[in-house]
Structure formats: C-alpha cells, structure tokens
C-alpha cells in the first residue's frame, strides 16, 4: 500500500496545482460578461446607439407625433462606430401611414455619448 502511494503522490500533487489554473481559465472565459468559448454576449456592448439612432430619426421625420420605433439591430463596424437599422412606423407629411427601415452611422463621443453623423430615411 505504501508503494502505490508513494507512486500516486507526484500525480496527486500535480492535479491539485492544476486546479486552480483550470478555475481561472474557467472564468477568464466569461470577462466584462462576454462568453469568449461561445461567442455570446451578455449585455449590448453600445446601450445608447439605438436610442440616440432612434432620436435623430424622429427628429428628421415631419409628424414626430405619428412615428413609432418597433425594432433595432446594432452591429459594430469599427472602434466606436456602429451601424444601427431600425424598422419604424411612421406618417409622412400627406397623411399616409409608411413601414420602412432607417438605418443610421453611430459615433460614440467623449463623455459616453452617441453623435448621428449619418441618417438614411426610407
């Protein structure tokens, strides 16, 4: 019995110095909520684009009161820039109800903030 310890004893010791350097790959994987192993994401990564996307658009069409934002979708082009498409309903200046796309260019500036450089209407 003494043979097959003294045997085990360098394995045992090495898998216990293994574990925690296993543990920390384990949550090094998931930092800042971001799944690196599968890809997903836990929060958005630019919150205020849609919003600030959504803004400029209302601003730019003429009955403010007749526009609604059903949905968005952001994708990051480059460092601080992001494409934002939205689906809106809106009413255009004869009265007529429209469904369309507008998709929008997104800055992120100084201070956490999104400037709209670019607006394309439909």
Not at 25 to 34: I, N, S
Not at 45 to 67: H, M, Q, S, T, Y
Request: aromatic content about 6%; charged content about 25%; overall charge positive.
């Amino acid at each position: 019995m003494t043979s097959l310890v003294r045997k085990l004893a360098p394995t045992l010791a090495l898998a216990a110095m293994m574990l925690p350097v296993t543990a920390f790959a384990v949550v090094e994987a998931t930092v800042d909520g971001v799944n690196y192993e599968l890809g997903q994401r836990g929060k958005p990564e630019a919150p205020g684009a849609p919003i600030a996307c959504r803004d400029a658009v209302k601003a730019k069409l003429p009955n403010a009161e007749g526009f609604r934002w059903t949905r968005s979708t952001t994708r990051r082009v480059a460092e601080d820039a992001y494409s934002v498409v939205g689906s809106i309903e809106f009413v255009t200046a004869a009265g007529e109800a429209r469904k369309g796309d507008a998709q929008c260019d997104v800055m992120r500036a100084p201070g956490n903030t999104y400037i709209v450089p670019k607006i394309r209407l439909p």
